[in-house]
């Protein structure tokens, strides 16, 4: 067995540790990265997450067959796998060991090989939590013993396009995979237990994305308790008390994602967890043992691989920079849901702002009044921003159109550096481009009064 004494270990091969091991390899530092699953080299994202969902969403949108674009993305994420392990590996000083990490102590680390062997033991001076996290099953009867029960990752997987796809939940997955699986013909229904339709957003447009989805075939059945399940239905309650079967040959379970900490031995540290079983850290994403960090999903912020990324940002930077990041200094992030148009938003809309007291000016353009919508194919959406009275500064906008997860970038930067909305609406853009809607969007004839 190998017994490894090591200034940096990385456990998990998320976004934030990976580019944290790169950085300290490349600064001559010894470091290791353990790995659960050869299957997982890069993490999440790569391989199961944001780039195998998107080919999907994409090739389905171009009318590319659904076993087609499966064996295309399964070569996409196998390259990109092989990339990350490399990444890593190939470094002088880094080394990636396969199998399951369990601390034994604040600084101790066993790893087991898939039979539960302990198969290394490491000492490392710093350690960087990356472990990610996992989908929630709610305790639904029936649930863990359906054999067409699965989660994104297994849906990603399949061979065969489902004819009826129910999924259990509508938040970014369920909203995100109904869009997909109903561009490659299946027969999609949307379940929550909530009424309320993308609770965050105005109301203007999360009637607007309903209404959109529903016009592409998809059901929604929302404010309803899930009774049962099947190997091939969902039986709910709905929301006059009665009792519907729905038809399903898969079931995609989306009710979100826990952090991943269950089996990772804390309970024989100081590591202290939270209620949701996150790891507690600090505003520098220390843990509460000293030299032991958490990035990433696992430390229960905000689930982006984005956010992940800007994790490594902080803890290199108080390692090696400034020290001046933290995690209050991270502000107006932007999102985006990549259904079909994409819904991105940065800052504040209506419903905040109104909650918050925070006095707005209102803009509004229909997507369709864009040029490069017409181009596209695609006119659906709004647009809405908000500005602040006093200072001209963009307080917030929602963007439901084509491209719009390109577009909130240059918003989200114009809200950071605190530019001034005529600035953006006085700018020249490239034509046809979707960014040029920003010349119209802050147009006075398109402020509500
Ligand atoms: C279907 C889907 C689509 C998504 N789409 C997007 C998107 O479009 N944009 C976006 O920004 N985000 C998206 N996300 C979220 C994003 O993927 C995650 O927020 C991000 O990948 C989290 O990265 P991380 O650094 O926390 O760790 P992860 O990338 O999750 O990595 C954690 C790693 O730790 C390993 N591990 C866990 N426990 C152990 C252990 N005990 N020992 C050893 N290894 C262990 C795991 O195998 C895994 O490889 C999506 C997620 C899903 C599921
Ligand atoms: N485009 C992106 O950036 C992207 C894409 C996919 C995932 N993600 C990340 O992954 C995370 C997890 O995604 P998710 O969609 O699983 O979670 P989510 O939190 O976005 O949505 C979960 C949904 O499940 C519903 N729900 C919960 N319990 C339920 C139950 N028992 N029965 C019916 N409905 C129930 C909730 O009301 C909610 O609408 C997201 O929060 C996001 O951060 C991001």
Not at 101 to 120: L, T
Not at 191 to 201: G, H, Q, V
Not at 321 to 350: C, H, M, Q, W, Y
Request: include cysteine.
């Amino acid at each position: 067995m190998k017994k490894i004494d090591v200034k940096n270990i990385v456990v998990g091969f998320g976004k934030g540790g990976k580019t944290l091991a790169k950085f300290l390899a490349v600064k001559g530092e010894s470091v290791v990265v353990i790995e659960q699953s050869p299957r997982m080299y890069g993490g999440t994202c790569i391989n199961i997450g944001c780039i195998p969902s998107k080919f999907l969403i994409v090739n389905g949108e171009k009318g590319l067959k659904f076993t087609e674009a499966a064996e295309k993305k399964a070569m996409l994420t196998g390259n990109l796998n092989l990339k990350n392990y490399h990444m890593i590996a190939d470094e002088a000083t880094a080394e990636v060991i396969d199998g399951k990490a369990k601390f034994v102590s604040d600084h101790e680390i066993e790893v087991m090989d898939a039979e539960g062997e302990v198969i290394a033991q490491l000492i490392g001076e710093r350690i960087f939590i990356n472990t990610g996290a996992t989908p929630v099953l709610p305790p639904i009867p029936g649930l863990v013993d359906s054999r067409n029960v699965v989660t994104s990752t297994e849906l990603m997987d399949l061979k065969q396009l489902p004819e009826h796809l129910t999924i259990i939940g509508s938040g970014y997955i369920g909203l995100e995979f109904a869009s997909m699986f109903a561009s490659y013909g299946s027969k999609v229904t949307v379940l929550d237990i909530f009424d309320n339709f993308l609770p965050r957003d105005d109301e203007d447009i999360s009637k607007l994305v309903r209404s959109d989805l529903e016009s592409r075939g998809i059901i929604f059945k929302l404010g309803v308790k899930i009774d049962a399940i099947t190997d091939n239905s969902v039986e709910i309650i709905n929301k006059e008390g009665k009792k519907v079967s729905i038809l399903s040959d898969k079931i995609l379970v989306a009710t979100g994602r826990k952090p991943n900490t269950a089996g990772l031995g804390l309970e024989n540290t100081n590591i202290q967890l939270g209620q949701r079983g996150e790891i507690v850290v600090n505003d520098k994403l220390e843990t509460t043992v000293q030299n032991v960090w958490a990035l990433g999903d696992v430390h229960g912020g905000l689930q982006f691989t984005y956010t992940s990324l800007d994790d490594f940002r902080i803890v290199s930077n108080n390692l090696y920079g400034d020290g001046k990041r933290s995690l209050s200094d991270r502000k107006n992030v932007p999102t985006s849901v990549f259904i079909t148009p994409a819904l991105s938003k940065v800052g504040l809309n209506e419903k905040d702002a109104k909650a918050a007291g925070i006095d707005y000016r209102l803009f509004k353009l229909a997507a369709t009044a864009i040029p490069k919508s017409a181009v596209l194919n695609q006119s659906k959406g709004l647009l809405k921003a908000l500005v602040d009275p006093e200072t001209d500064k963009i307080l917030g906008i929602t963007i439901y159109a084509e491209e719009s997860y390109e577009t909130i970038n240059l918003i989200s930067l114009a809200i950071e550096v605190g530019l001034p909305y005529t600035l953006l609406r006085d700018k020249i853009y490239t034509h046809p481009t979707m960014t040029e809607a920003l010349n119209d969007l802050f147009a006075a004839k398109n402020e509500v009064k």
